[in-house]
């Protein structure tokens, strides 16, 4: 089996690296300063597509128009990539994105719930890390609310609560609330909710949850962490009129994790694959 | 009550200023660069000697003969500042360096069992820290190896263990052992090390356990973090000629936790002044 | 506020007393042999359904057209029950099998989130004791499979990870799978499912699950718990004819934790009335 | 190798068992009513003596001078036993007690640090198996007090607080204290012991530590379990008259978990032969 990467940040070299030990022969491109990678061949994107037998893409393989390729100082239309491609199998993130285009199967790995929930884990580990090393305080002890119970809510709530953390989740779904105390944590309502009391918070949720007057509630001493996608559901300018630590925590878990995040694209094309 | 603080690193910052929420009139020195902070009175060492009540020094108070000042230019000789200090309480960490000089009481606050444990706690909060930020696979199963069980290793294994990675210990006490194996890890006998099998190794003993040639049986993309102190338990050299990632943790937590880890300097010197 | 309470078993005793510790007057109907009970009035139906403001009634409220009293030697038929009760509200469990009956508001407690999950919670507990007190060996690194991740499946299978056991579950759905791998147990499909590992087996599945064939695939000392209500979801003369350690678990928590029960029961009512 | 089991409870017999899978030749004396038990060899005890290679006793060997044979009506002098055994080694526990007798080599396995960390993970599992099934509220969230904090206070209370429990833990010295607040639990000083707080109360201390005054304080619906061996820690008459629940747990986990408690006496013996 010929596998060809096309751009991404550095998982996908992981991954890359990972197809290779699974006994694949891959390529990538996009990569533009890269010169050896163990066995793996830098091509261009035409020698790629023209070896390969299957396409992998980003979790997000588009940006603007444009193939989302981080570490190459050169644009790719995607639309020219696909024609490049042709009818061979795409395996790709956000594959909505690139149906309109598409000339052969278009595959989602990132639609897979193992893929989801494996990269929801390395997400909140990520979160964990962050938290860790810029907070003053220690994790032990100290009083938390995380916005949202969706995957990465239940796994970053399950992981600071074995740390030792007072955890509160706010949530909408009376399910949800009911499963959030069943799990030892405080369920909060978003209409109640006081973010005055809070040393640590993160938001999960991709709308604005944190506008200005919540954030003149919180401590001066609060670590804002958003680890939802743009825009984000933090009023960032508030946060900083106010001289609040504030992070907005985008690319996780690619920046704090690229192996394990490679690998559970590897591990997920070929369970796609062999399916 | 007057206190001072005499030296340290940014934990002190966090200790004086929650002496000040405790309600002790606060004043400090050994920080050349700080000009003010919030009611906290900057002194020279001769001028705080004068003003204070107790004396409060830093977990490690000695470097060289001098006062331990990692944020000032300039040098103390001990001996002058506790002549400063003259019959007042001092308390202070490792205070068997101390007694030779002192002239009145000198209490020891990080010999007191519950600022170790608090201690050891934000150690591995901090070693986690550094795992996570550094290593590029995830903590959630990977094999993780940790030397040592006294407290530092308890917390840290415990930790690990609750992010879902496969922890084992290696131990010589065969009490620890059997607690070892009892809390759901590995119990490894020194003499039957392997390691060739972790992806992470943790240090926590201050003696030489990884040899040149434990270090050529490691994996080459291991991920080795060692915590003793100076010398600390790794051949450096030896990991540095097979390029492993090799980290000397050195002064967690008063990097990773400064506030947590002044705070429980401040309690500590509380409880004793109390007892 | 006064309340009756009509029929069920020992929780709804224990409910009886928690709405007298939340302020309430209280009398029950249905227990025979209750002569006094703190400051709870005994009645007979029509007394109760006279005096009342709102009627309380079992989880399960009916047996075979009559209200169900496990504790009375008399039969009430339902339909005479809520004539009684009039256009009082009801607060009852599987309020579906009143609503044809009745002449007011029903509402149905257990239809709640919370009570639900909570009643999860007390049932796994329960079932957890059912295999302590019987099973010859420990659930500390025993070998147990769980078939079913809903609510019950849910909090069984974290209480048994947490107790040191090896818990493997068995889903259908492939987000159930991924999170059963996430929380660090192994998820099984029902197809692959093979039934000579486990030591000890848990249904919660209302369906016939453990068929003669996989009765047949079991260990010899097997110890087999079935949780879903009549007629389960096991072939029990099969296991009987192999003379496998059995038991269908009915009336959790009833049994096992009726003041917990009851508790919640009283809970849910009281959140039911203030909103 | 040829392996004699004599006397003791159900427990020996799962030990027989055990040997056997180990590839042992197996006899056991003391057991009356067995007639026959898979391919184990039932013997008088001089039988036995004379057959076996090895000797292995019960972890408590001795009854008033007696062997301990719960399961048997007949009475043998420990002496008369010994001097049949001759020199042959003797796998035993509380070893001391039969030292003034023995002709040959006396192993204490219940001297193992092994043996003891299991024998007290199985008494914890079995104590948690006498609260649920006895005590008619829930272990989840509900207010248990622990007093000791040796092995089986350290399992009890990791148990319950994985089930949800708020657990205290009652100790003496500081380390313990230090160590309690640490797992997430509140330790408690014995001099500050409100015992009108707890639901449940657990004893592991082998002392008076519920006396009359004590066991006043105590709620009504406290649930009150002795682990200690006897005469206990409770003053049980003080008890009584207050019409507390009390429970005092003799021979767990003989009783609750005789398959797994067998299984770690073998274990324990075959490594110390190995040895």
Not at 65 to 70: I, R, W
Not at 71 to 100: H, N, W
Not at 140 to 151: A, D, H, N, Q, V
């Amino acid at each position: 089996m010929k596998t060809a990467i096309f751009g991404g940040d550095k998982r996908m070299l992981f991954a890359a690296k990972a197809f290779v030990e699974a006994g694949h022969e891959v390529c990538i491109a996009g990569f533009d300063d890269m010169i050896s990678l163990c066995e793996i061949q830098i091509c261009t994107p035409s020698e790629a597509a023209h070896l390969c037998d299957i396409a992998v893409l980003p979790v997000r393989p588009l940006s603007g128009g444009f193939l989302n390729t981080p570490f190459s100082r050169e644009k790719l239309p995607i639309a020219e990539l696909i024609r490049m491609i042709g009818k061979k199998p795409v395996y790709t993130g956000c594959a909505d994105q690139l149906r309109s285009y598409a000339l052969g199967e278009v595959h989602d790995y990132a639609a897979r719930e193992d893929f989801v929930w494996q990269n929801a884990q390395l997400t909140a580990e990520g979160a964990v890390g962050l938290l860790v090393s810029g907070y003053e305080g220690s994790v032990y002890g100290s009083e938390i609310l995380i916005t949202g119970f969706g995957r990465i809510g239940k796994c970053l709530s399950k992981l600071l609560t074995a740390m030792g953390a007072h955890v509160a989740v706010a949530a909408r779904k009376p399910a949800d609330l009911a499963m959030i105390a069943q799990f030892g944590m405080e369920p909060v309502d978003y209409t109640a909710l006081d973010c005055s009391v809070y040393q640590v918070i993160f938001n999960t949720v991709p709308a604005m949850i944190f506008d200005q007057e919540k954030i003149g509630d919180m401590r001066d001493d609060v670590y804002l962490i958003d680890l939802s996608s743009k825009p984000g559901g933090v009023d960032f300018q508030a946060a900083e009129a106010r001289d609040l630590t504030c992070v907005h925590a985008l690319s996780l878990p690619g920046k704090t994790a690229p192996l394990a995040a490679g690998t559970i694209i590897k591990d997920t094309v070929v369970k796609m694959m062999g399916a």
